[in-house]
Nanobody, 120 residues
Framework: QVQLVESGGGLVQAGGSLRLSCTASGSIFMIFDMGWYRQAPGQQREFVAT???????NYADSVKGRFTVSRDNAKNTVYLEMNSLKPEDTGDYYC??????????????WGKGIQVTVSS
């Protein structure tokens, strides 16, 4: 019923920047919090950043000051601007959205993930 599609990943050198986007579509009435998580090879998925519908943000300590999360409610899209990238930022990045569907069900929807590789 709800699909999230990420874009913008790729390979970048340490110190570089990337901007991820994630757009939600489907039977959406409203989206509450949106956010980003990541999973490094052999590691568990971890929190990166979230943003409320009103624009309040929260970040993992490891990305504070380097990453910025933002959203466009009219486009059902969340962004992650990543600067000063480090090799330890390498992983698959997943978008998550807390959605109220057109049928007024609440669910957590995830994207399929997009790869970010930071070379040293």
């Amino acid at each position: 019923q709800v699909q999230l599609v990420e874009s913008g990943g790729g390979l970048v050198q340490a110190g570089g920047s990337l901007r991820l986007s994630c757009t939600a579509s489907g039977s959406i009435f409203m989206i509450f919090d949106m956010g980003w998580y990541r999973q490094a090879p052999g590691q568990q998925r971890e929190f990166v950043a979230t943003i409320t519908r009103g624009g309040s943000t929260n970040y993992a300590d490891s990305v504070k000051g380097r990453f910025t999360v933002s959203r466009d409610n009219a486009k059902n899209t969340v962004y992650l601007e990543m600067n000063s990238l480090k090799p330890e930022d390498t992983g698959d990045y997943y978008c998550k959205a807390e959605v109220r569907t057109s049928g007024f069900s609440d669910l957590d929807s995830w994207g399929k993930g997009i790869q970010v590789t930071v070379s040293s």
